[in-house]
Protein backbone atom coordinates (compact mmCIF):
# COMPACT_ATOMS: atom_id res chain seq x y z
CA UNK A 1 0.00 0.00 0.00
CA UNK A 2 0.96 3.27 -0.71
CA UNK A 3 1.57 5.53 2.41
CA UNK A 4 -1.14 8.90 2.05
CA UNK A 5 0.31 12.36 2.16
CA UNK A 6 -1.52 15.53 2.43
CA UNK A 7 -0.73 19.43 2.63
CA UNK A 8 -3.04 22.33 2.17
CA UNK A 9 -3.65 24.61 -0.57
CA UNK A 10 -2.83 28.18 0.82
CA UNK A 11 -3.21 30.46 -2.23
CA UNK A 12 -4.88 30.35 -6.20
CA UNK A 13 -1.29 29.87 -7.94
CA UNK A 14 -0.15 27.03 -5.95
CA UNK A 15 -3.59 25.17 -6.64
CA UNK A 16 -3.45 25.87 -10.04
CA UNK A 17 -0.24 24.34 -10.14
CA UNK A 18 -1.31 21.52 -7.60
CA UNK A 19 -4.04 19.81 -9.65
CA UNK A 20 -3.92 21.18 -13.31
CA UNK A 21 -6.62 24.11 -13.07
CA UNK A 22 -6.98 26.65 -15.76
CA UNK A 23 -6.87 30.43 -14.64
CA UNK A 24 -10.57 30.24 -15.47
CA UNK A 25 -12.08 27.44 -14.15
CA UNK A 26 -9.72 28.47 -10.44
CA UNK A 27 -11.69 31.94 -10.60
CA UNK A 28 -14.96 30.21 -11.39
CA UNK A 29 -14.34 28.23 -7.80
CA UNK A 30 -12.09 30.44 -6.48
CA UNK A 31 -14.86 31.03 -3.30
CA UNK A 32 -13.07 27.12 -2.78
CA UNK A 33 -9.94 27.07 -3.87
CA UNK A 34 -8.04 28.64 -0.90
CA UNK A 35 -7.30 25.93 1.50
CA UNK A 36 -8.41 23.38 -0.30
CA UNK A 37 -6.48 19.75 0.99
CA UNK A 38 -5.02 17.82 -1.66
CA UNK A 39 -4.25 14.47 -0.96
CA UNK A 40 -1.75 11.88 -2.95
CA UNK A 41 -4.08 9.05 -3.14
CA UNK A 42 -8.11 7.74 -3.03
CA UNK A 43 -9.40 7.79 0.37
CA UNK A 44 -12.00 5.61 1.27
CA UNK A 45 -15.05 7.21 2.23
CA UNK A 46 -16.43 5.15 5.85
CA UNK A 47 -19.54 4.29 7.04
CA UNK A 48 -21.21 4.26 3.77
CA UNK A 49 -23.51 1.15 4.58
CA UNK A 50 -26.65 0.43 2.61
CA UNK A 51 -25.19 3.20 0.27
CA UNK A 52 -26.55 1.92 -3.01
CA UNK A 53 -25.28 5.19 -5.33
CA UNK A 54 -23.55 8.77 -4.48
CA UNK A 55 -24.37 12.36 -6.14
CA UNK A 56 -20.89 14.61 -5.81
CA UNK A 57 -21.24 18.35 -6.12
CA UNK A 58 -18.60 20.86 -6.10
CA UNK A 59 -17.91 20.70 -2.01
CA UNK A 60 -20.21 17.69 -1.30
CA UNK A 61 -21.14 14.55 -1.51
CA UNK A 62 -24.92 12.92 -0.80
CA UNK A 63 -25.31 9.17 -1.14
CA UNK A 64 -28.60 7.31 -1.34
CA UNK A 65 -29.26 4.18 0.64
CA UNK A 66 -30.83 1.03 -0.23
CA UNK A 67 -33.83 2.22 2.36
CA UNK A 68 -34.63 5.34 -0.12
CA UNK A 69 -32.76 7.73 2.77
CA UNK A 70 -29.97 10.27 2.23
CA UNK A 71 -26.86 10.70 3.95
CA UNK A 72 -24.53 13.52 2.89
CA UNK A 73 -20.93 14.82 3.89
CA UNK A 74 -18.74 17.99 2.90
CA UNK A 75 -18.88 21.37 2.71
CA UNK A 76 -22.32 22.88 4.70
CA UNK A 77 -22.18 26.57 4.45
CA UNK A 78 -25.59 26.51 2.51
CA UNK A 79 -26.66 23.31 4.49
CA UNK A 80 -26.16 21.10 1.40
CA UNK A 81 -24.45 18.63 3.70
CA UNK A 82 -26.25 18.83 7.07
CA UNK A 83 -29.88 20.81 6.43
CA UNK A 84 -30.75 22.51 9.66
CA UNK A 85 -27.74 21.46 11.40
CA UNK A 86 -25.66 24.81 10.97
CA UNK A 87 -22.87 25.74 8.55
CA UNK A 88 -19.86 24.03 9.60
CA UNK A 89 -18.23 20.97 7.48
CA UNK A 90 -19.68 17.64 8.08
CA UNK A 91 -16.56 15.07 7.97
CA UNK A 92 -18.60 11.85 8.00
CA UNK A 93 -22.01 10.89 6.45
CA UNK A 94 -25.38 12.21 7.93
CA UNK A 95 -28.52 11.15 7.70
CA UNK A 96 -30.68 14.15 5.97
CA UNK A 97 -34.14 14.61 7.54
CA UNK A 98 -37.35 15.43 5.68
CA UNK A 99 -36.90 12.93 2.62
CA UNK A 100 -37.66 9.40 2.05
CA UNK A 101 -38.22 7.08 -0.58
CA UNK A 102 -35.83 8.42 -3.07
CA UNK A 103 -35.09 6.64 -6.52
CA UNK A 104 -32.16 9.52 -7.48
CA UNK A 105 -29.97 11.87 -6.14
CA UNK A 106 -27.99 14.74 -8.02
CA UNK A 107 -25.98 17.78 -6.45
CA UNK A 108 -24.63 20.95 -7.92
CA UNK A 109 -22.64 24.15 -6.32
CA UNK A 110 -24.17 23.88 -2.55
CA UNK A 111 -26.87 21.91 -3.53
CA UNK A 112 -28.83 18.78 -4.29
CA UNK A 113 -31.98 17.28 -5.60
CA UNK A 114 -33.58 14.16 -4.78
CA UNK A 115 -36.24 12.19 -6.69
CA UNK A 116 -38.59 10.12 -4.69
CA UNK A 117 -40.39 6.73 -6.08
CA UNK A 118 -44.25 9.22 -5.89
CA UNK A 119 -42.36 11.17 -9.05
CA UNK A 120 -42.00 14.52 -6.88
CA UNK A 121 -38.64 16.54 -6.32
CA UNK A 122 -37.27 17.75 -2.44
CA UNK A 123 -34.51 19.92 -3.37
CA UNK A 124 -32.11 21.28 -0.15
CA UNK A 125 -29.12 24.05 0.58
CA UNK A 126 -28.06 26.63 -1.65
CA UNK A 127 -30.67 28.47 -3.45
CA UNK A 128 -29.35 32.11 -4.92
CA UNK A 129 -29.86 31.15 -8.31
CA UNK A 130 -33.24 29.55 -8.01
CA UNK A 131 -31.45 25.92 -8.32
CA UNK A 132 -34.29 24.76 -5.21
CA UNK A 133 -37.19 25.72 -7.89
CA UNK A 134 -39.19 27.15 -5.23
CA UNK A 135 -39.93 30.09 -6.82
CA UNK A 136 -37.45 32.56 -3.98
CA UNK A 137 -33.37 32.99 -4.30
CA UNK A 138 -32.77 31.45 -0.82
CA UNK A 139 -31.40 28.45 0.93
CA UNK A 140 -33.56 25.96 2.29
CA UNK A 141 -32.84 24.41 5.97
CA UNK A 142 -34.55 21.01 4.93
CA UNK A 143 -35.49 19.13 1.73
CA UNK A 144 -38.65 20.59 0.56
CA UNK A 145 -40.57 19.84 -2.64
CA UNK A 146 -40.24 21.53 -6.10
CA UNK A 147 -44.21 23.05 -6.39
CA UNK A 148 -45.69 22.46 -9.24
CA UNK A 149 -43.74 19.45 -10.65
CA UNK A 150 -44.81 15.73 -10.98
CA UNK A 151 -44.46 12.30 -12.12
CA UNK A 152 -40.79 12.96 -12.91
CA UNK A 153 -39.19 10.01 -14.15
CA UNK A 154 -35.25 11.01 -14.21
CA UNK A 155 -33.50 14.36 -13.03
CA UNK A 156 -29.82 16.37 -14.24
CA UNK A 157 -27.64 18.62 -12.29
CA UNK A 158 -25.08 21.33 -13.35
CA UNK A 159 -23.79 24.07 -11.30
CA UNK A 160 -26.73 25.68 -10.59
CA UNK A 161 -29.43 24.23 -12.61
CA UNK A 162 -31.79 21.66 -12.67
CA UNK A 163 -33.93 19.62 -15.70
CA UNK A 164 -36.13 16.78 -14.88
CA UNK A 165 -38.06 14.73 -17.49
CA UNK A 166 -41.38 14.04 -16.52
CA UNK A 167 -43.58 10.38 -17.42
CA UNK A 168 -44.89 12.34 -20.83
CA UNK A 169 -41.32 12.95 -22.02
CA UNK A 170 -41.50 17.16 -21.19
CA UNK A 171 -38.58 18.87 -20.01
CA UNK A 172 -38.46 21.17 -17.23
CA UNK A 173 -35.80 23.32 -16.12
CA UNK A 174 -35.09 25.64 -13.14
CA UNK A 175 -32.46 27.66 -12.05
CA UNK A 176 -29.51 29.22 -14.12
CA UNK A 177 -30.27 28.52 -17.07
CA UNK A 178 -28.41 31.42 -19.20
CA UNK A 179 -25.55 28.56 -19.70
CA UNK A 180 -27.75 26.33 -21.87
CA UNK A 181 -27.94 28.94 -24.77
CA UNK A 182 -32.26 28.48 -25.63
CA UNK A 183 -32.48 32.24 -24.54
CA UNK A 184 -33.52 31.32 -21.40
CA UNK A 185 -32.04 33.35 -17.79
CA UNK A 186 -32.33 32.72 -14.02
CA UNK A 187 -35.47 30.83 -13.61
CA UNK A 188 -36.91 29.99 -10.02
CA UNK A 189 -39.80 27.90 -10.82
CA UNK A 190 -39.55 24.90 -13.28
CA UNK A 191 -40.32 25.92 -16.97
CA UNK A 192 -41.27 23.47 -19.62
CA UNK A 193 -38.65 23.40 -22.08
CA UNK A 194 -38.58 22.55 -25.99
CA UNK A 195 -35.66 20.83 -26.54
CA UNK A 196 -34.56 17.48 -27.40
CA UNK A 197 -35.58 14.54 -29.32
CA UNK A 198 -39.16 12.97 -29.15
CA UNK A 199 -39.68 10.54 -26.18
CA UNK A 200 -36.91 11.49 -24.40
CA UNK A 201 -35.83 8.89 -21.71
CA UNK A 202 -32.69 10.20 -20.05
CA UNK A 203 -30.72 13.26 -18.90
CA UNK A 204 -27.24 14.18 -18.18
CA UNK A 205 -25.39 17.40 -17.40
CA UNK A 206 -22.26 18.99 -16.96
CA UNK A 207 -21.90 22.40 -14.43
CA UNK A 208 -23.34 24.66 -17.49
CA UNK A 209 -24.59 22.53 -20.30
CA UNK A 210 -27.48 19.42 -20.26
CA UNK A 211 -28.11 16.76 -22.66
CA UNK A 212 -31.29 15.06 -23.38
CA UNK A 213 -31.96 11.94 -25.47
CA UNK A 214 -33.00 8.44 -25.71
CA UNK A 215 -30.95 5.26 -26.87
CA UNK A 216 -29.84 6.27 -30.29
CA UNK A 217 -30.57 9.76 -30.43
CA UNK A 218 -29.02 12.43 -28.21
CA UNK A 219 -29.11 16.47 -28.16
CA UNK A 220 -26.71 18.63 -26.65
CA UNK A 221 -27.04 22.43 -25.39
CA UNK A 222 -24.12 24.82 -23.88
CA UNK A 223 -21.07 26.28 -24.10
CA UNK A 224 -18.57 24.20 -26.54
CA UNK A 225 -15.43 26.31 -26.15
CA UNK A 226 -13.86 22.67 -25.65
CA UNK A 227 -15.97 21.02 -28.19
CA UNK A 228 -17.77 19.33 -25.13
CA UNK A 229 -20.75 19.45 -27.30
CA UNK A 230 -19.30 16.60 -29.67
CA UNK A 231 -18.69 19.19 -32.30
CA UNK A 232 -15.63 21.61 -33.40
CA UNK A 233 -15.54 24.30 -30.89
Not at 61 to 69: E, K, L, M, P, Y
Amino acid sequence: LHQLTQHTVTDRQQLESEIHLSPRLAHDDEEYAVGVRCVAAPIVTTDLTGAVAVSAGVTHACSRTQAGGVRCWGDNADGAAAPGQGGAPVASPTDVANVVGVSQLVSGKGFSCALTVSGVVRCWGRGDQGQLGRGVKLAQGLPAQVPGLANVQTLAAGRAHVCALRSDHSLWCWGALSGLKLGLSTTLSPVKVAFGPSSASALAASPLGMCVGRPGAWTCVGPNEAGQLGVAA
